[in-house]
């Protein structure tokens, strides 16, 4: 039970006040567990089993907005909003310890505890290293240990994590390590390795309890194998492991999965049977989500008012699956209403929020509805999110209003928006709607170079369109360029995604390419998860 608390904490725990909340479903604080506990509570009649806690401190589902600031705050927003990350943490803290102030490692856990919620894995690895080179000062237990491999998978990779494992002291050594190791693999969808060290914690005595087996059947599902998520459900059962409310959730994923509805209403009926378990919000919007995918939308809808009827705390991120899965259904009024409740909840709604209801309203061509909220978000915006910037843009280039998207990227262009890839192939697309070879091409070699681009791959359509427009064209230095972009991209390398471009004869490295099998669309903004994303996304989201 105590490497469940250490490893993972997410929403699928937020029965109560006493799991921890923030805008991603994730933190993980490793570092800040004493002896846990389990606690009973009843709410709304009903009673409810929460996650283990801590005895040293809880973390709350406290409005921090209406907080007064505390000292780790203040060091967290110099951290984070730093002009220049690359002079990292220990530049701030080396200041605030030079004007003679001492932060306790209680404080310096809580910043990388932030850190790690909004994803600045760098700088909350940083500050772990300071506290490293102060060993006289701060003692790293295993908690803190895990953390940093999970830290240290993220920032520079697996193979460093495992050397950083590899070299740790016995002491520091047990399940919580192994159970972090375990999730970088699984992150990394490394499953020979990952079944490996599950089968190395099996016979450590490690693998007793259900978070190392909820960890691997999200890899599982990730690579849809879901036999094999039946096969662990199988052994925890053989072997007593208790199912939690994790472990019932991906069940449910992965007979929804398998189009199964029958199948996916038994396992709902056996989690309702166990009196430890409480059905929660991601439950319902995991077979809301199954349902809508096979059609059954007054099934799916029945789910979501249990949804909504299940949100407890501070914890905004039920309205974004809400938000998203109403527009789904097509109801247009229901986006609005959740939208309403929502904004009368939080004072300060995130990008996610925003790009949640904006995609909704645009996929069920309330445009007006979309481009007014699109004008709240720019009159409050912190950071130009070029993700909500490019939900609009598609919109319009899908209707032919090209002229439309090209304002509004100038827009965003003048206001200090960075482009990313994505951005640049909406362009790309409106510009080979329309013919324009070589302002398409322009605009997919910016896609190539633009921030973050290096897991980008463009559509296989969009690809698809431009290499038969060449060929009409009679063009073959374009369609030479086209195929240099796949290639510098890494796309001859996936086999999967090569089978959608139809290239008729040799390309210059000689592969030989399938005939196009159908259409792929690989945007990164779009905004509904179906089930197993969501339950992977809030497993490893934030690990």
């Known amino acids: 039970m105590l490497l469940q608390s250490t490893f993972i904490q997410s929403p699928l725990h937020q029965h109560v006040s006493l799991s921890s909340t923030s805008s991603h479903p994730f933190s993980i604080p490793f570092g800040f567990r004493g002896s846990t506990l389990v606690r009973t509570i009843t709410m709304h009649n009903h009673p409810v089993i929460t996650c283990s806690i801590s005895q040293v401190h809880s973390y709350g589902t406290v409005d921090y ?101 590899l070299n740790l002291p016995d002491t520091l050594m047990d399940k919580r390590t192994y159970g972090a190791l375990l999730n970088a693999y699984v992150h990394g969808r490394v499953r020979e390795k990952a079944e490996s060290l599950l089968d190395k914690m099996r016979s450590k005595g490690y693998a007793t309890h259900p978070l190392p087996f909820n960890v691997m059947m999200t890899l599982y599902m990730n690579l849809k194998h879901y036999d094999k998520v039946d096969s662990l459900i199988s052994e925890m059962m053989e072997k007593k492991i208790p199912l939690d409310i994790y472990s019932y959730n991906i069940w449910l994923s992965c007979r929804g999965s398998l189009g199964s509805v029958e199948k996916m209403e038994q396992v709902f009926e056996q989690m309702k049977l166990n009196r430890t378990i409480n059905p929660n919000w991601t439950t319902f919007s995991t077979m809301a989500t199954m349902y809508l995918k096979l059609g059954l939308l007054g099934k799916a809808e029945e789910c979501l008012k249990n949804v909504e009827s299940r949100i407890t705390g501070r914890d905004r991120i039920p309205y974004h699956y809400l938000i998203s899965l109403y527009g789904g259904i097509g109801n247009k009024e229901e986006v609005h209403r959740v939208w309403n409740i929502y904004k009368s909840v939080f004072p300060n709604i995130p990008n996610l929020g925003y790009h949640a209801v904006i995609s909704s309203l645009a996929r069920l061509d309330d445009i007006e509805g979309a481009e007014k909220i699109f004008d709240d978000w720019l009159s409050i915006k912190t950071t130009y999110d070029p993700r909500i910037v490019n939900i609009l843009m598609s919109y319009y280039v899908k209707k032919g209003f090209l002229e439309n998207a090209e304002a509004l990227f100038k827009q965003m262009v003048e206001m200090g928006g960075k482009p990313n890839s994505s951005t640049w192939e909406i362009l790309a697309e409106g510009h080979i709607r329309e013919r324009r070879i070589s302002e398409a091409l322009s605009c997919l070699k910016e896609a190539t170079s633009a921030e973050r681009s290096k897991n980008w791959k463009p559509k296989p359509a969009n690809m698809t369109s431009l290499l038969k427009l060449c060929e009409q064209e009679a063009d073959t230095a374009s369609r030479e360029v086209v195929v240099g972009i796949l290639r510098q991209m890494g796309c001859f390398e996936d086999e999967a995604y090569m089978s959608y471009i139809p290239i008729s004869n040799r390309v210059p490295n000689g592969e030989e390419l399938l005939a196009e099998k159908g259409k792929i669309d690989n945007d990164d903004d779009s905004n509904i998860s179906d089930g197993a994303e969501m339950l992977l996304n809030q497993l490893q989201g934030s690990l």
């Open 65 to 165: 907005e209406r907080r007064p600031p505390v000292k780790w705050n203040s060091v967290y927003k110099k951290i984070s909003m730093m002009e220049n990350p690359e002079l990292g943490s220990a530049t701030v803290l080396n200041q605030y310890e030079n004007d003679g102030k001492r932060l306790t490692k209680w404080e310096l856990c809580r910043i990388v505890k932030e850190l790690r919620k909004f994803k600045r894995y760098k700088l909350a690895l940083e500050v772990y290293e300071w506290m490293n080179n102060r060993g006289d000062r701060f003692r790293m237990s295993t908690s803190d240990t895990a953390i940093q491999l999970d830290l240290i998978a993220k920032v520079r990779g697996i193979s460093n994590a495992e050397d950083y494992f």
